[in-house]
């Protein structure tokens, strides 16, 4: 699969605008200077990248899948799109590119759920109350 992706990347001379990275030790950098995510999976739980993405204010493009609606709220946090719909895929991705106001809404929106609902503090909190309450 690997391979018919660099040779569809070559055929339409994509090579300057998409990269194949593979391992890095470096993902959060990459996110980081990265205008957006595309998360294309058939199914999914809750991947961590998207988590990372979020704090790291790189938009989101997801297939609307496993854990990913509970995480994404179209156009709100993310943008979230039906597994199989290529088209309506890449229109999100373009729109997110292209729309700034859209765009910075959304990273805004991402920001503050992820530091809201899942940074470490919420989550130590979150479990001490858990404990907490099961002592007494």
Do not use: W
């Not at 961590?48 to 990913?68: D, P, Q, R, W, Y």
């Amino acid at each position: 699969q690997k391979e018919q992706l660099e040779n569809y990347i070559i055929q339409h001379q994509l090579q300057q605008h998409i990269k194949l990275a593979g391992y890095r030790k470096d993902a959060a950098a990459l996110l980081e200077a990265s205008t957006l995510l595309a998360i294309t999976s058939k199914t999914e739980g809750t991947p961590l990248v998207a988590l990372e993405a979020m704090a790291l204010k790189t938009a989101i493009v997801s297939t609307n899948v496993g854990g990913m609606p509970n995480l994404i709220e179209n156009t709100v946090t993310g943008m979230l799109v039906d597994t199989g719909h290529h088209e309506d895929f890449c229109r999100a991705c373009l729109n997110l590119i292209t729309e700034d106001k859209l765009r910075n809404d959304i990273l805004k929106g991402a920001f503050d759920k992820v530091n809201e609902h899942h940074c470490m503090n919420t989550q130590s909190m979150k479990l001490t109350n858990y404990y907490q309450e099961a002592c007494v």
